[in-house]
């Protein structure tokens, strides 16, 4: 693959790798011990049912390890923790497989970017989603990218948008039932906005909601001129879902 390569330290066994299936992302309210998900459950509410830390012994709480990520820059992700394991990403894309008692890194994740990226607000990420046996990564190249959960290695790359247009991902991919569902960046520069949605499989799109209305949508004809083609919308933040409804909310 052109821009990426992997490092991995040591591997996880099969056993520490198990299925995150999208009946347990669901659930996930009811397993607070993992963080499967962006916001903790689709309801986006970021609650955590945890209560060994209570406002008797938060004053005693301190740090256990600290891992460096190598890289510097604003560091905005949210891990997932997933069986004692914290997946989570950095600056320029990079990304980690962490022991989460230990800080151990398990694998190392890099992507080497093209030198003319465009983003406003420094290059960042927010993070991973899971599906099943695998994480899944939006770049700032306007990739989205499939990586093997137990060693880190790429197993699909597609491209979303061109780049040098200024179309970037620095949000965290939301995984419903078999798609992986991401929001674009680049409002700044004056980008057309979309939510994409790709088989989790394989990574071919399997649709496109255009958040400005393309020529021949409906609301395109509420556009004047050409300024649609500049309307942004970016949708900066993951979304939310709701298993019974089958709907997907997202804020632009």
């Known amino acids: 693959m052109k821009y990426a390569r992997w490092i991995c330290v040591l591997c996880l066994s099969t056993a520490a790798a198990a299925q995150v299936s999208p009946d347990a992302i669901a659930a996930a309210g009811r397993h607070p011990q993992d963080w499967v998900t962006y916001a903790g459950q689709y309801s986006a509410q970021r609650f955590s049912a ?14 256990q390890w600290v891992f460096q990520t190598g890289a510097l820059g604003k560091f ?5 923790a997933i069986q004692g394991i914290l997946y989570v990403t950095g600056q320029d894309n990079l990304a980690f497989a962490l022991d989460a008692r230990t800080g151990r890194p398990i694998w190392k994740y890099v992507r080497a970017l093209p030198e003319k990226i465009q983003v406003c607000c420094g290059r960042v ?28 290695n790429v197993l699909w790359d597609t491209k979303a948008a061109d780049y040098s247009k200024g179309y970037a991902f620095t949000v965290a991919p939301l995984a419903v039932r078999d798609k992986v ?48 083609t500049r309307g942004g919308a970016p949708a900066w933040v993951t979304g939310a879902y709701d298993p019974e409804l089958n709907l997907v909310y997202w804020t632009t």
Do not use: C, M
């Open 50 to 63: 945890l209560k060994q830390i209570d406002a008797a012994n938060v004053g005693r709480l301190a740090a």
């Open 76 to 80: 905005e992700a949210t891990p997932l």
């Open 125 to 152: 990420n927010r993070g991973f989603a899971a599906l099943d046996d695998r994480l899944f990564l939006a770049t700032l190249d306007a990739h989205v990218v499939a990586l093997d959960r137990r060693t880190g």
């Open 181 to 228: 569902i991401v929001g674009v960046s680049g409002g700044e520069y004056g980008v057309s906005g979309f939510i994409d949605a790709y088989e989790a499989s394989t990574g071919r799109r399997a649709w496109r909601f255009n958040t400005v209305p393309q020529p021949g949508e409906r609301g395109h004809e509420t556009w004047q001129g050409d300024s649609w």
